[in-house]
């Protein structure tokens, strides 16, 4: 069968010498044939999947997962699969491969593969997932990345056994060949130091490499068919626009056709060329990419459009969510925020100089290593006012969550002040402890990014919700009852649910959960960390306008941290970016987007995916910008003595910005 | 690595001080001491008793110092290779013990053997088919075995074995080859004996073990680089042994430390019960009979081996599995 086609017989040494053969290759079909001898040949669709139906068994009643679906692939295409989660598009990318998990299989239906448009198409549903057929396709022909680079690898087994073992199942290489072709797998997905990497572990890499890794195992077999399920959902959006670029690139080079499935319309308008859209496991529209986003015809598709916040809507526009939340504001709740908004912008928190270094031990060799010492957060100061929504943008690893931490008195910082004020007048922070921190710690709460592991899965939403007032001994059980019932109003759920387990509710229900349970103590500020980050599209927008609506109701006082630029222009009132633990620009938000002056930021804005053909990624550039490791500067941005130089200057009232000691604020707004 | 394993033998050195200290306590708490006890024997057996020899004996022994003064003197002697005298067989106690503890090592190391050999299929087994009716089988027989006591399932063998097929069980060779030279026959002897006491030791830690493995496993089989490594086309058995089979197997590991003492020590219930000749019924006569330097020492002996297991299975954790980390601590 045409499985063993591939590679049979052709000693190869590297993976450059599969990419000149795949080019004289019959799957070239279409992209840059021109001339070719096989320019005649016609695109032929690499998978056809027809009217498939998928169950999983849930105590022996068969729930319909995917409802008949229909689809084609076309050889050497990008067909992204859109939809949010729980719609069915893993599972059916899972019995593409034949990885279906225990309770799943496919009922009806059938996926036709062909490999080369001559070759006789071959029903997939007729084999058994573990067939001979079946293990000889998978990672040889048709091959997956997965969503969490962090967990998609072995820990135990280092990066070249991994990679190397999909090139020793299906090729016929010798032992040898082995660690050169991997070698060069690396370097073609952009590892810094190949050779290095062959025999590292996948926890001393980081989040965008161990996603590179993945990338060179599922493609080192020059598969015909790359899945790729949620690729970049885990990475910064810097990573982002680095693996999209990457995966754009290889395709090139492999010709291979691309399923990618997401939920990020941004991603979808610059990867793909068709566009297939499911909801509730069945295909609402499908379409090439044009079609699909300059003329919409379904509403859910409609609907999806309009929930994701871009960088180019309205400041003041709503993101209209698929399902909008109701919910009522109790009336206790109602006077501290009459109380709180007699007084807006007046000070509320003030940060100066806060700094944290972590030591990191390396052990290495016999006799242990050396210490490195990494400044987390490094002499951060900014002001929160009361009533407003402090942003914090940046890339993970840049100390923003280290800084949170040290704001909610979680982490003690090395060095700085954090000054609190309200109606009793100032008080030092830091210098809190025992029971006067216990009970200062009533005012700032926390909402995580999680949904899932924030939540005990042991505890009912009602023992969720009532054990800050039992941590901090207000009220008597019966009124800590009432109370929680009217969280879950507060938040748009039932009262009658607060009997549940967590794992009976959905992602943005669970971070409905975690909202109530940081508005159970009635803080004046709410830290939120990534709180959107984890959920989809239709549900980010609920949440965020869920957020928006109870700042301004309760006149609450946020500061919100996330890697989305659009999510934080959209909630945010004034925003920092934050860089190496240090931030290097804070304005107003209507300010950093339309004057952004630090070339971080203006990076950052750059590679922010648009839900809009006509401004697509300028991938060159982003290849040329990333390139340089350590971003260099040009002055007066960059430092000339490890940072002791820099300084915030004041560009505007409403903007800041780090700059070289001395440098005239005009010389930047020219 | 090397800075590692130098650190923590160091830190075996106050561990097994206090260990020492601890089991010297316990020896002593019980009133009186082994003469006292002696003396109880021989009134009991209408013997008169010469107070002179009484003072001797206790002066001989040592037991007329105060306890520090006793502790002193054991622990020196004991670090330096002498275990002291055993009162109750009036031989030293290396001896007492060394005779019998190469049975004991055969012993045990057979039951660890059967063990593992029935508890990885198993375990595998029911992981890998969970809620299959081979699953509940196997679950419903392992909890079984794990909640019978072992010294109950040895007398109903007992029983069984000499009503049914008229064999006494008990010992670990026939009578005529005990205390003679190593032959063939009694190398045979030994291994036909050998038979029942595995299987009644070995039981309770075969069902322990099978449930362990499962658990383990089964935390392992849905992780996300099991997938990856179906994905890539990795054939099934061996998708299951490179990876979650080799990421469960940390406790395993981690349990070999807590074997390396119950080698020594030979299952001490199940030995009475069946009349095996190894240390286990020893160690509990000594404890009766206040027999202070073959218990104490003894004693010692295992806290001694429970700590240089647990630096094995450290060492061993520390080589298999990258991720771990040899230097700890988090700071706020």
Redesign the interface.
């Known amino acids: 069968m045409g499985a063993k086609g591939l590679g049979q017989g052709v000693k190869l040494s590297s993976v450059e010498a599969n990419s000149t053969r795949s080019q004289t290759n019959s799957r070239n079909s279409n992209i840059g044939a021109f001339g070719s001898a096989q320019a005649h040949k016609q695109s032929h669709d690499i998978i056809r999947i027809d009217d498939l139906h998928i169950a999983i068994d849930l105590k022996g009643t068969d729930l319909e997962v995917v409802r008949g679906a229909s689809f084609r692939i076309p050889a050497g295409k990008t067909v992204a699969l859109v939809g949010e989660s729980g719609s069915g598009k893993s599972i059916l990318a899972q019995s593409i491969l034949g990885i279906l998990p225990r309770v799943a299989r496919v009922t009806g239906g059938s996926i036709w593969f062909r490999e080369e448009a001559e070759d006789e198409a071959i029903d997939l549903t007729s084999f058994a997932d573990n067939s001979a057929e079946r293990i000889s396709l998978r990672g040889g022909k048709i091959s997956i990345i997965f969503q969490e680079p962090m967990t998609s690898l072995s820990p135990l087994h280092t990066i070249g056994n991994q990679i190397g073992e999909a090139l020793e199942l299906h090729r016929d290489i010798s032992r040898n060949d082995v660690e050169p072709t991997v070698v060069d797998m690396l370097r073609l997905v952009g590892f810094p130091n190949p050779e290095a990497a062959f025999s590292m572990y996948s926890m001393e890499l980081s989040g965008g490499l161990r996603q590179r890794a993945m990338i060179a195992m599922a493609l080192v077999c020059n598969p015909a068919l790359l899945i790729a399920d949620e690729p970049t959902t885990a990475l910064d959006v810097s990573m982002q626009a680095k693996i999209l670029s990457l995966l754009k690139e290889l395709q090139q080079k492999l010709h291979m056709a691309v399923l990618l499935i997401t939920h990020d319309l941004g991603v979808v308008a610059n990867m793909a060329d068709e566009v297939v859209v499911m909801y509730h496991g069945q295909i609402m529209e499908a379409g090439p990419v044009e079609a699909i986003f300059r003329n919409p015809q379904h509403d859910y598709l409609k609907a999806l459009l309009n929930a994701v916040p871009d960088l180019d809507m309205a400041y003041d526009a709503k993101l209209e969510s698929l399902r909008d939340i109701d919910h009522e504001i109790p009336q206790s709740m109602q006077r501290d925020a009459d109380e709180r908004q007699s007084a807006p912008d007046t000070l509320l928190m003030s940060v100066s100089g806060l700094s944290k270094s972590f030591t990191t031990k390396k052990s290495k060799g016999w006799f242990g290593g050396s210490n490195t010492v990494v400044r987390a957060v490094n002499d951060v100061s900014f002001d929160v006012k009361r009533g407003e929504c402090f942003g914090i943008v940046g890339e993970s690893g840049c100390g923003k969550t280290t800084l949170l931490k040290m704001l909610v008195r979680a982490l003690t910082p090395d060095d700085g002040n954090i000054t609190w004020q309200d109606q009793n007048g100032k008080t030092d922070m830091l210098a809190l402890d025992g029971r006067a921190l216990k009970e200062f710690r009533q005012k700032i709460q926390m909402v995580f990014q999680d949904p899932f592991s924030s939540l005990s899965p042991r505890s009912t939403v009602l023992n969720t919700l009532k054990e800050p007032m039992e941590v901090h001994g207000i009220g008597s059980s019966r009124e800590q009852a009432e109370y929680a019932a009217e969280l879950m109003r507060l938040v748009g759920l039932q009262p009658t649910f607060l009997g549940r387990y967590p794992h009976s509710f959905s992602g943005g229900q669970r971070q409905r959960i975690g909202i109530a349970r940081a508005l159970a103590l009635r803080p004046d500020l709410l830290v939120c960390d990534e709180p959107v980050s984890a959920l989809d599209v239709s549900v980010q927008a609920q949440v965020l306008n869920l957020l928006k609506q109870l700042q301004s109701e309760l006149g609450l006082t946020y500061i919100f941290i996330s890697h989305n630029l659009a999510v934080v222009r959209y909630i945010a009132d004034r925003i920092a970016v934050m860089f190496k633990g240090q931030i290097v620009e804070m304005a107003t938000r209507e300010e950093l987007f339309e004057n952004p002056c630090h070339p971080y930021t203006k990076a950052l804005l750059d590679v922010v995916p648009h839900a809009d053909l006509d401004h697509p990624l300028d991938f060159d550039r982003i290849n040329r910008d990333m390139a340089v490791e350590g971003r260099e500067w040009n002055a007066p941005f960059s430092s000339l003595s490890d940072g002791e130089d820099m300084e915030m200057i004041v560009l505007n009232e409403n903007h800041q910005i780090r700059v070289r000691k001395g440098t005239d604020p005009k010389q930047l707004t020219r | ?4 394993i130098i650190f923590r033998i160091g830190a075996m050195i106050p561990t097994l001080v206090l260990a020492s200290i601890v089991i010297f306590t316990i020896i002593q708490l019980p009133p009186g001491d082994y003469v006292e006890s002696y003396i109880g024997e021989l009134l009991a057996a209408g013997e008169s008793v010469d107070l002179a020899r009484v003072e001797y004996l206790r002066a001989e022994y040592g037991l007329d110092q105060p306890m520090w003064k006793r502790y002193i003197l054991w622990i020196t002697n004991f670090v330096q290779g002498d275990f002291g005298y055993s009162f109750e067989n009036q031989r030293p106690v290396s001896e007492v013990v060394g005779n019998r503890l190469w049975l004991t090592i055969l012993v045990s190391f057979a039951t660890i053997i059967l063990t593992w050999v029935i508890a990885f299929p198993i375990g595998i087994y029911s992981a890998t088919h969970q809620y299959s009716w081979g699953d509940y089988g196997l679950t419903f027989l392992g909890l079984l075995g794990l909640a019978t006591p072992n010294f109950l399932l040895a007398l109903v063998m007992m029983y069984f074995a000499q009503t049914i097929f008229g064999v006494s069980i008990g010992g670990l060779m026939d009578k005529e080859y005990i205390d003679q030279p190593m032959s063939w026959p009694k190398f045979w002897s030994v291994l036909e004996h050998l038979i029942v006491p595995t299987v009644v030791i070995g039981t309770a830690g075969t069902a322990a073990m099978i449930r362990r493995i499962r658990a383990n496993l089964l935390d392992e089989l ?4 099991v ?10 058995f061996k998708a299951l042994v ?2 979650p089979l ?2 469960s197997l940390n406790f395993f590991v981690a349990d070999i430390g807590s074997l390396l003492p119950s080698i020594i020590s030979g299952a001490e219930i199940v030995s009475i019960v069946l009349s095996l000749q190894t240390t286990g019924p020893l160690l509990i006569t000594a404890l009766k009979s206040q027999d202070m330097y073959l218990a104490g020492s003894f004693l010692m002996f295992l806290a001694t081996l429970t700590v240089i297991g647990v630096l094995l299975s450290d060492i061993a954790l520390g080589f ?4 771990i ?3 700890g601590g988090a ?2």
């Open positions: 690595m090397f800075r590692y849905e992780k996300q680089y997938i990856t490594a179906r994905a890539k086309g990795v054939p099934p490179k990876y080799r990421m298999l599995d990258p991720r980390r040899l230097q700071d706020k």
